[in-house]
């Protein structure tokens, strides 16, 4: 068991590869844990809590995250330039911005994730080919999903977003695919912008102001 907490960096990972990191209480730091170009690491069984970024990536690939609480960070996990990670049964709620939030990331797989009580549960800027499935983005200020800014060709499936100001907001994107979705008791189910050729399957959209609104 390791206890990382009360530092600027809980633990820091720059350009390492094949590194396991796992029972880890990374608290109160700047960055819980922080992998810098550093590829192929696992971590597992995590308490990444009231830190600034529970769990942060920059240009780190085809890492594992699992087992993971991420709570009342400002952000609780973040990928910047990051693509092909795995982030699964997590717990990313009560942050003060994102649950999840990736930046210029692709083809990344999201599943197992509860995102409540944020500002945003998970938001998409810039990245596409993602997969995000078995997901409760309820309960957040904003949007529960936010799909934007050129994020094309993901795939939603088996997600609750319930309670939101919008369940899930697709702007500016296009060949996404939401499927066996339950967007009930937002102001907006699901919303478009500017957004094409996106394919809607299998959605409760009840007791919205709007259920399923595009503009």
Do not use: K
């Given at each position: 068991n390791v206890n990382a907490s009360n530092n600027d960096e809980g633990i820091?990972?720059?350009?390492?590869?094949?590194?396991?990191?796992?029972?880890v209480n990374a608290s109160n730091n700047n960055n819980g844990i922080y992998l810098y170009y550093s590829s192929n690491n696992t971590i597992s069984n995590v308490n990444a809590?009231?830190?600034?970024?529970?769990?942060?990536?920059y240009s780190s690939n085809y890492n594992i995250i699992t087992g993971v609480d991420a709570s009342n960070n400002n952000y609780g996990i973040y990928l910047v330039s990051s693509s092909n990670n795995t982030i699964s049964n997590v717990n990313a709620s009560n942050n003060g911005?994102?649950?999840i939030y990736l930046d210029s990331s692709s083809n990344n797989t999201i599943t197992g994730v509860n995102a409540l009580d944020n500002n945003y549960g998970i938001y998409l800027g810039v990245?596409?080919?993602?997969t995000i499935t078995n997901v409760n983005a309820s309960n957040n200020g904003g949007y529960g999903i936010f799909i934007?800014?050129?994020?094309n060709n993901n795939t939603i499936t088996n997600?609750?977003?319930?309670d939101n100001d919008c369940g899930i907001s697709l702007e500016d994107t296009s060949n996404n695919t939401v499927s066996n979705v339950n967007a009930s008791n937002n102001d907006d189910?699901?919303?478009f912008?500017?957004?094409?050729?996106?394919?809607?399957?299998?959605v409760n959209a009840s007791n919205n102001d709007d259920g399923i609104y595009q503009i």
């Open positions: 820091y990972l720059y350009s390492s590869s094949s590194n396991t990191i796992t029972n809590s009231n830190n600034n970024n529970g769990i942060l990536y911005w994102e649950g990245s596409s080919y993602n934007s800014y050129s994020s997600v609750n977003v319930l189910g699901i919303y912008d500017s957004s094409s050729y996106n394919t809607i399957t299998n």
